[in-house]
């Protein structure tokens, strides 16, 4: 086992507990609300993604546990079985037994256990056959393994007591099979950690970028202090700033190469067990992301890569049929775009046909027959609850629960997906994530008496057009020569629902930037104040969802201002969708 592989293991049964944890409390609220389907759709979600992340770990018994639980609650989902006493106390200790695996699994990551108990127990809850022996037995005392005990390396695994509820004797080992010896290259210590809460890292960063405001106002009003000891000092204290601001911004952000890593397991395992040949091609691993995020992200790309390869690509047989190699490709690409972090999964297989996916919804009953779709509201079909274009469900898909995970878990991060497919020759999944809390560095403009960011990143260049450098075209708008160049022109009030005077229509300071497709365009702004650090703040539920809008900041001298998103402004703008509030 190389360092690669305990490092996914290791990762794998942190994320369990979490998991889990999330389980049980689930758990408890349906035995409370048997008829709540979101409390249903969660613990489905949790299961799926436990099984699918266990099979890439490599801990078989696991995700073979998750799966046959996995059949019940599809039983629980569909409305075929009843929850009662009985099943929530199965659901229960079945939970239970999975931390106890889990705990042990640390100790020893070779560690098998016997779960064919589980499954004749399980099964007979699917057939309703031994439901009211199941209701008696839940009612005696059971058996609970102590806290101690679950983190034992000898514990086994046996879930279910045989038909005598009688406690095997003390002296006795637990039911095991295949039980592995500890041995030492297998209990492996991670690097020395410590677990903290989010929520002081959250305070931490929070107070770090007051100090930088703070910090900020102090450099530029420098001038007015006359002693050189107290000029050196500030400028001092702005090293140290910057070196206390990066350590507490690198405590939240972590790189995408060890998810991006997990994917190539992933691509591999599925495509032997579908019998296609594949490869994944990666770029932008290095890119980081806030680990709140990234938590939020790994299921989608688990999901969006496995639907790739099951869905997306053909078999050999049919690539070279249709004249592609038999070898078929799945791209994983990761990028800032402007305010976003981009994440691309794309592949180079059949595409997506908009009049069977259509007809797929029709016959599961989640839209109206005969209903008019644009290829955009087709492709989003897929992420409805119980949608699959599959026939027969497997240990890969075929549920109808993965994409609706994917546009659950990155719409709680307020992204958004964007989907892009051509048939026969492939189709393009586009995650974009917006900042969340983050300092960066950012361009201070103004527009009317209002102040507004604009992200450095986000800029190409800016510069002072002559009156020959705009040209107007009717029915298209304002135009702007950049060295030759010819790009669209905007005025930022216009887009913002303010109304300049008639001779300042398109007199200006033009931003250049690049947006969807890297096209370029330029926005006029009244005057550019400054270059200086930002610390993004998120919008509140009143001003959230507006486009071309990413966040909030306090700048230099204490008052607010809007982050502008400009690569969504302009496309917003285009689609008639303009941000139509002023800043207070």
């Given at each position: 086992m190389d360092d690669f592989e305990k490092v996914l293991k290791f990762s794998f049964l942190e994320e369990a507990e979490q998991m889990l944890s999330g389980c049980e409390q689930s758990f408890l609220l349906l035995e409370g609300a048997p008829d709540d389907s979101s409390i249903i759709d969660k613990i489905f979600r949790l299961a799926h993604s436990f099984k699918g992340s266990a099979g890439v770990?490599?801990?078989?018994?696991?995700?073979?546990?998750?799966?046959?639980?996995?059949?019940?609650?599809?039983?629980?989902?569909?409305?075929?079985?009843?929850?009662?006493?009985?099943?929530v106390n199965l659901l229960l200790r079945a939970n239970d037994e999975l931390n106890s695996m889990v705990c042990s699994l640390r100790a020893d990551l070779n560690r098998r256990f016997t779960i064919e108990p589980f499954i004749a127990d399980i099964q007979a809850v699917l057939n309703s056959t031994q439901m009211a022996a199941q209701a008696a037995v839940a009612d005696?005392?059971?058996?609970?393994?102590?806290?101690?005990?679950?983190?034992?390396?000898?514990?086994?695994?046996h879930l279910f007591a045989d038909s005598s509820p009688t406690p095997a004797p003390a002296s006795k080992p637990p039911v095991s099979g295949k039980d592995s010896p500890p041995a030492s290259p297998n209990t492996v210590a991670l690097?020395?950690?410590?677990?903290?809460?989010?929520?002081?890292?959250?305070?931490?960063?929070?107070?770090?970028?007051?100090?930088?405001?703070?910090?900020?106002?102090?450099y530029e009003?420098?001038?007015?202090?006359?002693?050189?000891?107290?000029q050196k000092t500030i400028s001092h204290l702005e090293k140290i700033t910057r070196k206390i601001q990066d350590s507490s911004m690198s405590l939240r952000m972590v790189p995408l190469s060890q998810t991006f890593q997990k994917m190539q397991r992933i691509v591999r395992d599925t495509s032997q067990l579908l019998d296609k040949k594949m490869r994944l091609k990666t770029f932008g691993d290095d890119t980081e992301i806030d680990k709140t995020v990234l938590d939020l992200l790994s299921d989608p790309l688990v999901h969006l890569v496995r639907n790739a390869v099951d869905h997306g690509i053909e078999s050999a047989a049919d690539r070279e049929a249709s004249g592609k190699p038999a070898e078929g490709t799945v791209t994983l690409k990761a990028y800032h775009l402007g305010e976003h972090i981009v994440v691309e999964i794309s592949d180079d297989g059949r595409g997506l046909d908009k009049d069977k996916l259509i007809s797929k919804?029709?016959?599961?009953?989640?839209?109206?027959?005969?209903?008019?779709?644009?290829?955009?509201?087709?492709?989003?079909?897929?992420?409805?609850?119980?949608?699959?274009?599959?026939e027969a469900v497997t240990s890969i898909s075929?549920?109808?629960?993965?994409?609706?995970?994917?546009?659950?878990?990155?719409e709680q991060i307020h992204g958004r997906i964007e989907v892009e497919s051509t048939l026969g020759k492939g189709s393009c999944f586009r995650i974009l994530l917006p900042l969340t809390l983050a300092i960066i560095d950012g361009m201070v403009v103004a527009t009317g008496d209002q102040r507004y960011v604009i992200p450095i990143t986000a800029i190409q260049e800016s510069l002072l057009p002559g009156p020959d450098d705009i040209t107007f075209a009717a029915q298209r708008g304002h135009y702007l020569n950049v060295r030759g160049q010819t790009i669209p022109l905007f005025r930022l009030s216009q887009i913002l629902g303010q109304k300049p005077a008639a001779d300042q229509a398109m007199n200006g300071i033009a931003v250049v930037g690049k947006g969807k497709g890297g096209v370029s365009f330029a926005v006029l702004v009244d005057d550019i104040i400054s270059q200086q650090q930002i610390v993004i703040k998120r919008l509140g539920d009143e001003l959230h969802g507006l486009a071309g809008l990413s966040g909030a900041a306090i700048l230099g001298d204490g008052k607010a201002a809007l982050i502008i998103d400009f690569a969504e402004l302009i496309n917003a703008t285009k689609s008639n969708k303009s941000v139509r509030k002023e800043a207070a």
């Open positions: 770990a490599g801990f078989e018994d696991l995700s073979s546990f998750a799966h046959h639980l996995e059949s019940l609650l599809e039983k629980i989902k569909s409305g075929r079985h009843k929850v009662d006493k009985a099943t005696e005392p059971q058996i609970s393994l102590s806290h101690d005990a679950e983190k034992s390396a000898d514990s086994g695994f690097d020395e950690s410590i677990r903290v809460n989010l929520r002081r890292i959250d305070e931490l960063v929070n107070d770090v970028g007051e100090l930088v405001i703070l910090q900020t106002v102090l009003h420098r001038h007015l202090v006359p002693s050189d000891l107290l919804a029709e016959r599961l009953g989640l839209i109206n027959p005969g209903s008019v779709r644009t290829e955009q509201e087709a492709y989003q079909l897929i992420f409805k609850s119980g949608f699959s274009t599959k075929g549920r109808g629960v993965g994409m609706d995970v994917v546009k659950t878990n990155v």
